[in-house]
């Protein structure tokens, strides 16, 4: 059974620090991918990471994938305000046809 | 921005009340999901389809169910509604291809029943 775990669960952070929220997940996949959620709203699509060494930017969001390690990280920097959320990873099961979750990562970044 | 559409955006119900929630989407995607998600909390799994005609029960057990008679439709009813449906329920959506392409989701129908 697949199993993704997040860590922290949850984060609170002054403005303009670093930090990196770690996506562990237990078996072989194709794809990862994180999302965010604000609060009382949907889930919207931030990277996708499809092969090992995987990294993809934007704006002070940064993902990456080591396949090997079954490890996706996303780190903050230079945190403001408006990264507080919700960020979600998830991991595809090809055969499956299915995304398995994590619990998710609540980080509130105090101005 | 996705073509994903639920509606109800909210619902406030009887217990007992029959329900049903509709998810549309316009990206002729063949894969649909619904999940479950409790305020703060982790997403379940409810339901899934990988295209016409296909329903398959997801991690969550549920007193729901779907059809799909159509691709671009995905509706979820609950028979008989009760307190601890109460929930938002999001829709999901992916395109094509032998791996799950990038989840789209809809804005969520908060239920509440009384």
């Known amino acids: 059974e697949l199993k993704v775990e997040q860590n922290p669960l949850f984060l609170s952070m002054q403005e303009g620090k670093n930090y990196t929220i770690y996506c562990n997940y237990s078996?072989?996949?194709?794809?990862l991918y994180w999302y965010r959620q604000d609060p009382g709203k949907s889930l919207e699509s931030l990277f996708v990471?499809?092969?090992?060494?995987a990294v993809k930017q934007e704006g002070r969001l940064m993902a990456s994938l080591d396949t090997k390690a079954r490890l996706s990280t996303l780190h903050i920097t230079a945190a403001v305000h408006d990264l507080s959320a919700t960020y979600f990873c998830?991991?595809?099961?090809?055969?499956?046809?299915?995304?398995?979750f994590g619990k998710g990562t609540r980080l509130h970044i105090l101005p | 921005e996705a073509d994903i559409y639920q509606t109800p955006r909210y619902l406030v119900i009887g217990t007992g009340k029959k329900i049903t929630l509709e998810c549309s989407q316009t990206?002729?995607?063949?894969?649909m999901y619904w999940y479950q998600q409790d305020p703060g909390m982790e997403l379940h799994l409810i339901h899934y389809?990988?295209?016409?005609?296909?329903?398959e029960k997801g991690d969550l057990s549920s007193e729901s169910t779907v059809s799909r008679i159509r691709t671009e439709h995905f509706p979820l009813t609950l028979e008989s509604a009760r307190p601890s449906h109460t929930s938002q329920y999001l829709c999901?959506?992916?395109?094509?291809?032998?791996?799950?392409?990038?989840?789209?989701f809809g804005p969520g129908t908060r239920l509440t029943v009384l």
């Open positions: 998830a991991v595809d099961i090809a055969r499956d046809d299915k995304i398995i």
């Open positions: 078996t072989t996949s194709d794809r």
């Open positions: 389809s990988y295209g016409v005609n296909s329903t």
């Open positions: 999901a959506s992916s395109g094509p291809g032998q791996s799950t392409d990038t989840q789209y």
């Open positions: 990471l499809l092969s090992n060494g």
């Open positions: 990206m002729g995607h063949d894969k």
